[in-house]
């Protein structure tokens, strides 16, 4: 049975892995992909098919690489304004 990954599973976080059966099934299915525009079979193990899409369509759709950087950023502050906002209550309730 052909074997067919991805390197996840094995440290190989940036790679597909397989036997050569496995991407000797992967090789034809991009041959089909690239001429029809998408194989699905059940012959790629764990993955249901293959996909051509257009250069234009994955770069615009690209996840920005400063995400998480901004989301920390943003946790930050809001935890900074949490903050002051508790103080001030505290202080506030202090007059009485």
Known sequence: MPQLKDGSDYQINR??????????????????????????????????GVTKLGTKFLQENQESKSTPFAIGIFVVIITFLLFLVVVGFIDFLKWF
């Open 15 to 48: 790679h597909i892995v397989g036997d050569e059966s496995g991407l000797r099934n992967l090789i034809n299915a991009c041959e089909i992909a690239i001429s029809k525009g998408e194989y699905i079979g059940n012959d790629l193990d764990d993955f249901e």
